[in-house]
Each structure stands twice: as C-alpha cells, then as structure tokens.
C-alpha cells in the first residue's frame, strides 16, 4: 500500500491522539429476533424511531425475554472510534453518560476497548441513553433509541487541549438533533481547525440531513475536511437523485468525501480525483449494524497511517465487509488477518 503524509503542514504541536470522535454516547442492547417481534412492539423494519424512557426500558425487557440481548457501549462514533483502536491506532472518545449504573457499564466498555473516555458524566436530567437494536435473519437491524443523558453534550465538554492534540476529529450526524451539540460540534471544529488539524463529519443518516439540511450544508463547506456519507444521505444533502451531480457538488464543497454505496462498493473524491472502491464480498451477510462506522473506522485509520486515499477506501471494506458478517457493530477478528487474505 502507498503512503502519503496525512500530518496537516502547519500542524505545530504534538499529535497525542490520532483520531478523536464526538457523537452519542449510546448503551447498544443487541438481540437477533424474527419479524413478528418487529410487528408486535410496533417497531419499523429497517428503521430508527426515537423513544422514551418508560419505552426503552420495556423494549429491553422484551427483548431479553424473547433472547438475551447482548449490551455494547456503542453509538456510531463510538462504534468507529473502537474499530479504529482495533486496528492499532490511537483514539479517544466525547460524549454524555449520566452517573447511574448503565453509564458506568459504558465507561468501562469504552475503556476496555482501549479508548481514551473522560468525558465527565451527568448527575441530573435523563438517565444513559440505550438503543434497542433487534437484528432480522435477513441481516436487516431495527433500532428504537432513547437518547437520555447523551443529548445534554455541550460547549463545557469540549477540552481545548484535548481537540487540539487529534489528528483528526471526527463529529457524528445523530448528534445534530441539539442546539447545544451543535454548538459543541463549531467549537471542536474551530479548535480543531486553528491547530491544524482535519475535521471529519459523518451525515450517519438521511434522515437527519432532512431535517438539518442547510446546517449541514454550511458544516461541510466551512468547517469538515473529510465528509463521510452514503448513498442516499448523499443525494439527501443535494436534493437530487444523480449520483454524479452530488459526486460533483461535494467535491466542490468538501477536501474528501468518501461515500458508500452498498455492494456497489464506495467513492472517495479528492484532490480532483476519483476513486471507485469494490466491495468485499462475504459468504454470509448477517448484520448491517455498524457497516458505515466500521467504513469510517478502517478509512480514518488507515488515514493516521498514512495510507493514499485509494488504500484507505479499501481498509474500510475490509472492515465493513467483516461487521457484516456476525452480529453486532464491532470488529471480532483482526482486520490484519483479512488483509492477509486479502492481499
């Protein structure tokens, strides 16, 4: 694989953190289930739906009843940050837990993964929020979310000292729901930008760039160097159904977009040039939880290596292609062994 350095050249303190990710700090409550669990507790297949408290914590009965649930400290970014300590590369994490039980299981989560968490925890307001993720034999993951304590990140969360010291901060599209974390999310951004280092965005759903399109729009022109996004939230953010017209806009917006597109592999566009990326294929797909972090994980990593974009296009289906494979949102072989195989 090439190299190219990926150290911004007006970088001139210390890089202590390679990749640093702002999002929800999410409890994941994993089950795989049939489809009349689905139609039973109302949930939309395929989907995510927002829920209280009361709800979340019934649903999680529920599930457990039906088959133990396996809990993972998890929410996108967090999900990525993990996949990219997997892969030997040093990450940190920010985002809200409140001070009651399921936020200490998080803490520890995180912190056994090998990522760098202090983010000081909420002793008021909502409990830790849990997403309740039933997983279908067709591969496909239902997820209801109750955003509890997650939701109170703001401005006092970021640590000047901590964002400036990332490599790469990476910033997660769930968490634009709140006025206060998108205020944290300029923040990091300008930090992040006057020391010299690259900001990363996720759009994580096409939802959200419907409901927060023009926000978006602004966050990836003025402050994100590396736009992460799939298919559809691409064509989302562009308001158009041309692939290559949005292709074209972003290139025009953003240094990097790096866009995936299913079995149809990924695009990243950079520097003028366009990189098509095929999928890895699987013997079985299993679950798609996790598929766009893990992207993002194996991309970013490779990133902080130093890797050219085309390598690094191809660590991220690496790592997509190995998610898909099992349950869950995490690695659990070593990427090195695929690219081994790979190779």
């Known amino acids: 694989m090439a190299r190219t350095s990926s150290t911004p050249k007006n970088s001139s303190k210390k890089t202590e953190i390679d990749v640093l990710g702002i999002g929800n700090a999410i409890m994941d409550v994993i089950a795989p289930i049939g489809d009349d669990f689905l139609t039973t ?3 939309a ?42 892969l030997g590369v040093s990450s940190a994490y920010v985002g809200k837990v409140a001070s009651d039980a399921l936020g200490k299981r998080f803490t520890k989560g ?12 909420t002793s008021s307001g909502p409990s830790t929020a849990r997403c309740i993720i039933a ?25 000047k000292s901590q964002i400036a010291s990332a490599r790469i901060v990476y910033l997660e599209g769930y968490l634009f729901d709140s006025d206060a974390a998108k205020a944290a999310f300029v923040k990091a951004a300008e930090i992040a930008q006057a020391a010299g280092r690259k900001v990363a965005l996720t759009l994580s759903d096409s939802f959200c760039v419907n409901i927060h399109r ?33 292709i074209k806009a972003v ?3 953003c240094e990097t977009a790096c866009v995936t597109r299913g079995e149809k592999g990924s695009v990243i ?29 194996g991309v970013l990593a490779a990133r902080a290596m130093g890797l050219d974009w085309a390598d690094c296009g191809h660590l991220g289906s690496l790592c997509a292609a190995e998610v898909i494979s099992h349950y869950g949102a995490r690695p659990e072989i070593r990427i090195q062994d695929l690219i081994t195989k790979s190779a």
């Open 135 to 159: 997983v279908t034999q067709d591969g496909e993951r239902s997820m209801s979310t109750f955003l509890g304590a997650t939701t109170q990140l703001t401005k006092r969360d970021i640590i």
């Open 269 to 297: 566009v950079t520097d003028g040039k366009r990189h098509t990326i095929p999928a890895v294929p699987v013997k079985k797909l299993v679950d798609t939880t996790g598929a766009g972090d893990q992207y993002a994980a």
């Open 45 to 86: 297949k395929g989907g995510m739906t927002l829920i209280d408290e009361k709800h979340a914590i019934k649903l999680h009965k529920a599930l457990d009843k039906a088959h133990k649930s396996v809990e993972i400290a998890g929410g996108s970014a967090a999900n990525t940050m993990v996949g990219i300590a997997s």
């Open 110 to 121: 995180l912190r056994d993964s090998g990522l760098t968490y202090d983010t000081a925890p």
């Open 214 to 246: 023009e926000s978006f729009k602004q966050l990836v022109k003025h402050h994100v160097d590396i736009l992460f996004a799939n298919e559809a939230e691409l064509l989302a953010l562009y308001e158009t159904e041309d692939f290559d017209k949005a």
């Open 41 to 43: 507790h109302e949930i």
């Open 251 to 253: 290139a025009k917006d």
